[in-house]
């Protein structure tokens, strides 16, 4: 499997609090996402990496901001969260192949955040 | 228009039949595809890549038609571990971005 971890694994919290969830990779992939994944919408795009402190947006980011000042490490925070982000979030890496090709993603076990 | 569409299914099919699945992208410029499979409140997990002259793993076979921008996945001899949902996904890539757009998958169930 991927050296690919997210932390935490559960969380609970109250509607306007912070919230920080982690990305840890071993694999020393350049690129680096966060999705959220809700029943009848699949899998979206919140943010991605594709370098220190490279990152853009995806199709949901309004009230999620990202950060990664190293390869390792790809951080999603939600600066006051609400309820509408009560989803399971996926983390996922992904390389470069020959002639700089992306490669496939590995994902993260998930983050389930419930937010009341 | 989503920027890659899938049937939701759910489909559902009797042990040893064909399935197949079908997805439409609309970035004529996305470069790489790809199937995944993801099992009730798991994680996806890679199925196969998509190649331009087709692929064959086992029971299962991806096309990629570039000129109509679909992605297909044939499924012989159905199994009841196939029950998953099958996720299409592209990639945008270019410079040095590389997003990854999923569909929202499409639910596979296999009866006995």
């Known amino acids: 499997d991927a050296g690919i971890t997210q932390s935490p694994r559960h969380k609970v919290t109250e509607t306007g609090t912070p919230v920080t969830l982690r990305c840890h990779q071993t694999?020393?992939?350049?690129?680096m996402y966060w999705y959220r994944q809700d029943p009848g919408h699949g899998l979206r795009l919140i943010h991605y990496?594709?370098?220190?402190?490279?990152?853009d947006k995806g199709e949901v980011s309004d009230g999620y901001s990202v950060s990664r000042s190293k390869t390792e490490d790809f951080l999603l925070t939600l600066e006051s969260a609400t309820s509408s982000q009560t989803s399971v979030y996926f983390c996922?890496?992904?390389?470069?192949?020959?002639?700089?090709?992306?490669?496939?993603?590995?994902f993260g076990q998930g983050t389930r955040l419930t937010v009341v | 228009r989503k920027e890659v569409e899938q049937d939701p299914g759910p489909f559902n099919v009797p042990e040893g039949a064909t399935v197949a699945f079908n997805c439409t992208y609309s970035?004529?410029?996305?470069?790489?595809f790809f199937w995944y499979r993801q099992d009730c409140r798991k994680e996806p997990k890679l199925l196969m890549s998509v190649y331009s002259s087709g692929n064959e793993d086992g029971r299962f076979t991806a096309q990629l038609n570039r000129a109509s921008q679909y992605i297909s996945l044939l499924i012989r001899d159905s199994k009841l571990s196939d029950s998953a949902t099958y996720l299409c996904v592209v990639s945008d890539y270019g410079g040095a971005t590389n997003k990854l757009i999923f569909g929202t998958g499409t639910l596979l169930a296999v009866q006995p």
């Open positions: 990496s594709y370098g220190v402190k490279d990152t």
């Open positions: 970035n004529s410029a996305s470069q790489s």
């Open positions: 996922a890496i992904s390389g470069t192949g020959p002639r700089t090709r992306p490669t496939e993603a590995f």
């Open positions: 694999e020393n992939h350049r690129y």
